[in-house]
Each structure stands twice: as structure tokens, then as C-alpha cells.
């Protein structure tokens, strides 16, 4: 398929790289002209000057991929693109924008025959290698028309064992339902993922306090963290994505001396709280995940030194200065 990309960033560049090599036909656009430059030495990629530029180089019915930051930019892209584009063509947003943001932009579209597509994207700056989970909001048949571009970066079926009868879930991408529920999934995802930071960063602070001075002296352990982290990823219920990142991070410095600790939270965690709210579902440890963050920004711990790796492990986050 032919599909266009505007945002080429950390992630938005990979998605470019891992679609170009599955043979789709990619024209990108990014404010930085180095980026844009960067990937049209591929093949398969062919750079655009100017989002004029880049609709005139698609054949209709065009399909345009933003990878932008959620907020102002996603929205001032969106509305030119709305000017640009025909009747029949589809705006894909791909990055983390707020679920009721999509709906507003789907009606808005739809006034003008135009069709939006939400994806919630995970897969971080290895989505390349690993290839991207995506969840999927938007209507039937333009997702339908969009899922070999969805089949190329999702992980295909050899990225986990499958459970019998699922559909295709177990490549790695599902079309979750309408307009928005694409980004409402990808969000409570950014939420639970919040918890089970925050769950193996507090473990292993108590593992590293076992040889505090204010302990006793005949009850103090010196724990070699690196390893057992690295134990736990062999065989262990805790075993996963994120303590694989820890045991890389402890291998490199297990006093993680290059972290501050100031823990940014990046919008999804205090969406999931606020629909939490809305329905009156309790989130005591999602909660409290948030707030940690909130926390570190004023007295950080080698907890949110091991989350800050984290971060950094999955997305390329760095960390916020400390105010």
C-alpha cells in the first residue's frame, strides 16, 4: 500500500523503517528536514517538502499516519491536513492523543467525507525490531481497507504463544471498536504499565534497603541486584518486557548513578484515573502509581531511579530537569 507518515520521530521513524521494509510505499513529512532526509536514503521512502507536497505525491484514497506529540501540534496538523485532503481519504492517528479528542475530530471529519482512524501504538523505540501492539478505533471498512499496513508493523504470531481461537489479536493488532477506542485501550494500557513500574521499582528498593545502617546488624543482606533480576527473568511469574529493561539497567550500573530519579508522567496515567472516576471503578494501585510521580519531583529514591531506566529502557525517555 501507499501511506503517508508525518511525525519521524523516536518511534514515527521506525514505523516508516519496518513499513518500508515489508514493501509499502511511504512518503514522510517532518518539520525537521534532517529527519525526512534520514529515511529517504531507504527505499521505498520518498520525502515530501511540505504537507501540500506530501497529499500531491498520494494517489487517493490517501492514507495519512501522524506520529506527533497528543495536544496542539496533533490538532494543527489534523486541520490542515482536513483542508488538504479528498473525500474518502483517512487520518490516522497513531500517537497518544485523548480518547474524547477522537471523537470530536471523527464528526468533524466525517462532515467533510473525510475518515479518522485512532491507534494506540506501544512498542516504543524497539518497535522496529519487535514490531508495534496496536489497538484500533474506527469504522469498519477503512479499517478493514488499512490492515495490511496494521499487519506489517504489528509483531505477527511468532512474538507470543497464541491462545486458541482468538483473531487477529494474536498478531499483535485488534481492531478494539469506534472512534476512540483505539486511544481509550492504548491508555488504561499506559496506566496498568504505571503500576507495574511502579510494583517492581518498589521491590527493588526494599531489595536494596535490605543492607541499610538502620537495620540490625545480623539481619542485613548485601543483594546483588543485577542478578537477581536477572534470575527473575528466567522462569519466574515476573518475568517480562520491563524487568528484562531492569536487568539491563542494573548490568550497566546497579546504582543507577546516571538517574536522578524525577519520574514524568506523559497524560495517559491521569486520563486512566479520571475514567476511573467517571465510572466509579476503583484504582488504588494506578493511583498511587501517579502520584508516586508526582512525588519524585520533589524527593526522588532509588525506586524512581530504577523507573526513570525504565522509561528511558522502552521509549528513549529522558528525564525532566528537576524544577
Not at 532509588?302 to 525517555?317: E, I, Q, V, Y
Request: negative net charge.
Amino acid at each position: 500500500m501507499q501511506i503517508a507518515v508525518v511525525g519521524l520521530g523516536r518511534m514515527g521513524g521506525n514505523i516508516v523503517r519496518r513499513l518500508a521494509n515489508a514493501g509499502h510505499n511511504c512518503v514522510v513529512f517532518d518539520r525537521q528536514a534532517a529527519a525526512v532526509a534520514a529515511l529517504t536514503q531507504d527505499s521505498g521512502v520518498a520525502g515530501a517538502r511540505s504537507l501540500d507536497d506530501l497529499v500531491a505525491r498520494l494517489a487517493p484514497p490517501r492514507a495519512v499516519w501522524l506520529m506527533l506529540p497528543a495536544g496542539t501540534v496533533t490538532e494543527e496538523t489534523v486541520a490542515a491536513l482536513a483542508e488538504r485532503l479528498s473525500a474518502g481519504d483517512v487520518i490516522i492517528d497513531g500517537g497518544n492523543s485523548f480518547w474524547q479528542d477522537d471523537l470530536r475530530r471523527a464528526r468533524s471529519l466525517a462532515g467533510k467525507s473525510l475518515h479518522y482512524v485512532d491507534v494506540g501504538t506501544s512498542g516504543g523505540i524497539w518497535g522496529l525490531e519487535r514490531g508495534f501492539c496496536l489497538m484500533i478505533g474506527g469504522e469498519n471498512q477503512v479499517v478493514a481497507r488499512l490492515e495490511p499496513i496494521f499487519a506489517a508493523l504489528a509483531p505477527g504470531r511468532e512474538g507470543a504463544a497464541s491462545s486458541p481461537g482468538r483473531s487477529t489479536a494474536e498478531s499483535g493488532y485488534l481492531h478494539v471498536g469506534g472512534n476512540g477506542a483505539g486511544h481509550f485501550v492504548k491508555m488504561v494500557h499506559n496506566g496498568i504499565e504505571y503500576g507495574l513500574m511502579q510494583a517492581y521499582a518498589e521491590g527493588f528498593d526494599i531489595l536494596k534497603n535490605a543492607a541499610s545502617e538502620g537495620l540490625p546488624q545480623d539481619r542485613r543482606l548485601s543483594l546483588k541486584l543485577g542478578e537477581i533480576a536477572e534470575v527473575w527473568r528466567h522462569g519466574s511469574v515476573v518475568s517480562s518486557w520491563l524487568l528484562d529493561l531492569i536487568a539491563a539497567a542494573l548490568a550497566q550500573d546497579e546504582e543507577l548513578a546516571g538517574f536522578e530519579g524525577i519520574v514524568a508522567d506523559s497524560g495517559e496515567g491521569r486520563w486512566t484515573i479520571a475514567a476511573a472516576i467517571d465510572e466509579a471503578v476503583p484504582a488504588t494501585v494506578l493511583s498511587a502509581a501517579l502520584y508516586a510521580r508526582f512525588r519524585s519531583r520533589q524527593q526522588a529514591s532509588f525506586a524512581d531511579k530504577l523507573l526513570s531506566a525504565m522509561r528511558r529502557g522502552f521509549g528513549g525517555h529522558v528525564e525532566p530537569k528537576a524544577e
